[in-house]
């Protein structure tokens, strides 16, 4: 079996997609985000199905008679990627074993997977996770499963339709079958496609409209206030538009989008929800399946639609929400992670209907969802650095160190190496290897916030691309070709819950260094579970000139460190006055209601260390101010 070198776009009558995934195999990691992916290979991700019994042996799908569901499924679409962009052959004989059972699971009418286990959804997770192993691969048995399961399906629906969690996700089923179309042209995929959006929970009404307001504030468990419902749902009438054609299907998940965080939002990205939609408070907690989910969704949304926009938020969510919630080793990680995230314990919180685990650091704190679906995050953002266009291109849609290989204007060989330290550092390198020159285009994504970005071609031409923008060179490019890409990245702050202020550089989100003192309170290491307690003060308020705001702060940078998102070892540093607020206490064993002030502090003043979001275990990121 060998790797699927490249992906068709389209097929009518299917409208183009704004890029064209690459298969996966095509892009590898490099430099700290390899590094990353290691530390998760060695981690949870490598050794799973070795601690925890619903994804071990006795996984319903391994033909065990253990967990049967969702959990089998949410690993693997995780360990595969990471097994093939690593490609670590111990990995890979664990991914290798999911698949055969599950390719070997068909039955005579189509159906797959565990016989107990009758439900839509988790298949709809397997589907993904088969996509990728044929990408991989090229496994032959793949297309034929998958159409003898889509023909099954599109009989079986007509008598049981999607319901409750698959009613809620139906988007994970249409992608599969877009993608199985347009391998192999069968039209009735597209009559199934039109069958399960019909049937799924109609999410550019709740989201681009923001009925979601019908539902809250939260009174009784249901599918359409779920958080990751919602970070699935959002990309839901994205993911049909070149099937519908209809502008509202493309339109509304921006507008979704910029409801959801207008009512719910949060500075690193994603909209609170602690099990269900929160406020815009920053206490309030995110789920940890949420940001994988979101993730995968604005990384399906920006291929299809292509709007940078949606690319400025999977780098916000990416570089800090992510790897927020997991220890620096990713042995460990929360349920609920909060902006401002004071104590990790066991205790009751303002969540809306979480347990009094959700937030500290474990194997599986609060519910075992999470601990199965975490592993997708960087594995998926690695896959999805760049795309291909549809006129014979390559475009970088998001940053960070890695190569890609494929074929432009589907002939040409080409390797495209990024060098670069991004998201800590401005400046990313392109290395072109080309077996012949060639004409076509390179696409650079500018993000919004870059102040006055250049391109430099071969150390020479210099250019002055738009910020929030796509960048298009299309020109004879030669072996050996050099591009240098440079975001200056400038301090700037946004201002959110009650007036409270968060500070960025580039990407990232910064919060307040704090001491901690991590206690094991059960199970045995590294997969422990433990709590966090400050060793130092965070009841701080910040001291800013806004009309010289760079000068507030000084910066420190050094070197990326083998663990990329440890407290200790950031590469960048932000240095800032600040005073403490001696009123501001723990309220709900988290930091306590405050506006943005100014307050008036008698307190010494102190210089403040800022590390980036994802390094935190402990913090404050959105900040009062003091005079």
């Known amino acids: 079996m060998n790797r699927i070198e490249s992906l068709p776009g389209n097929r009518p009558p299917l409208h183009p997609t704004a890029f064209i995934a690459l298969p996966l195999g095509a892009i590898k990691p490099r430099g700290w985000m390899q590094r990353q992916l290691r530390i998760q290979g060695g981690g949870i991700t490598g050794h799973l199905d070795e601690i925890w019994s619903d994804v071990g042996q006795e996984s319903g799908w391994l033909g065990g008679d253990g967990e049967s569901w969702e959990r089998g499924p949410y690993y693997c679409d995780g360990l595969i990627p990471l097994a093939h962009l690593l490609n670590d052959p111990f990995l890979l004989s ?41 990408e991989a691969t090229g496994d032959s048995r793949v297309p034929d499963f998958m159409l003898a399961y889509f023909r099954y399906q599109l009989k079986a629906l007509l008598k049981k339709p999607l319901e409750e969690w698959g009613a809620a996700r139906g988007a994970e089923n249409i992608l599969t079958v877009h993608w199985l179309y347009n391998l192999t042209g069968n039209s009735f995929l597209l009559d199934l496609s039109e069958l399960i959006y019909n049937q799924t929970i109609n999410w550019a009404e709740l989201q681009g409209q923001y009925k979601l307001k019908e539902h809250l504030p939260f009174k009784e468990f249901n599918m359409f206030t ?15 538009y070149p099937q519908s054609g209809n502008k509202w299907h493309r339109n509304a998940p921006k507008q979704g989008i910029e409801n959801l965080m207008k009512h719910h939002g ?43 926009f949606l690319a400025d938020i999977l780098e916000l969510v990416a570089y800090n929400a992510l790897p927020a919630t ?89 390797t495209l190496t990024e060098e670069t330290d991004y998201p800590f550092d401005d400046t990313v390198h392109f290395h072109i290897s080309l077996s012949q020159s060639v004409h076509f285009p390179l696409v650079f994504r500018i993000p919004s916030w870059a102040m006055e970005p250049r391109i430099i071609i071969n150390r020479k031409e210099k250019l002055s691309p738009e910020p929030g923008s796509f960048f298009r060179l299309e020109r004879l490019w030669r072996d050996g070709d050099k591009v240098t890409v440079e975001f200056p990245m400038g301090i700037r702050i946004s201002t959110g819950h009650r007036g409270l202020i968060s500070i960025y550089r580039g990407p990232l989100l910064f919060g307040l260094k704090m001491g901690e003192d991590w206690k094991k309170i059960k199970g045995v290491e590294p997969h422990a579970d433990w709590e966090i307690y400050p060793t130092t003060p965070w009841n701080y308020g910040l001291m800013l000139d806004h009309h010289n705001l760079q000068d507030s702060f000084e910066i420190e940078t050094s070197s990326v460190s083998p663990v990329p998102f440890h407290p200790d070892l950031s590469p960048v540093i932000l240095k800032v006055k600040g005073r403490r607020i001696r009123e501001w ?29 994802g390094s935190t275990n402990l913090r404050i990121a959105a900040f009062p101010r003091v005079l």
């Not at 929160?278 to 309030?284: A, L, N, W, Y």
């Not at 969540?351 to 969802?369: H, S």
Request: hydrophobic fraction near 35%; proline fraction near 6%; charge should be neutral.
């Open 326 to 414: 997991f220890s620096p080793d990713m042995w460990a990680h929360q349920y609920d992670q909060q902006i401002n995230q004071v104590l990790v314990s066991v205790a009751k919180r303002n969540w809306v209907n979480n347990g009094d685990w959700a937030n500290i650091y474990g194997l599986e704190p609060n519910y075992g969802c999470c601990t199965a679906n975490l592993h997708q995050g960087w594995p998926k953002l690695v896959k999805n650095l760049i795309m291909a266009t549809p006129d014979g291109g390559l475009a970088a849609v998001a940053y960070g160190p890695c190569s890609a290989s494929g074929r432009v204007q589907n002939k040409v060989p080409i």
């Open 94 to 134: 664990k991914a290798q074993k999911w698949m055969d059972w599950t390719l070997g699971s068909i039955q005579q009418n189509g159906q797959f997977g565990p016989k107990k286990n009758r439900d839509w959804w988790p298949r709809m997770v397997m589907l993904k996770v088969l996509t990728m192993h044929y």
């Open 585 to 613: 206490g723990l309220e709900d064993n988290s930091a306590g209601v405050i506006s943005g002030g100014p307050f008036k502090s008698s307190e010494d003043i102190r210089e403040l260390s800022l590390i980036p979001y």
């Open 226 to 240: 779920h958080v990751v419902n919602n970070a699935m749902g959002i990309k839901t009438p994205g993911i049909f």
């Open 266 to 308: 949060q500075p690193n990205g994603i909209w609170s929800g602690d099990e269900h939609l929160h406020s815009t408070s920053p206490t309030c907690g995110t789920e940890l399946c949420a940001v994988v989910e979101y993730m995968f969704s604005l990384e399906e949304l920006l291929r299809i639609l292509g709007n940078p």
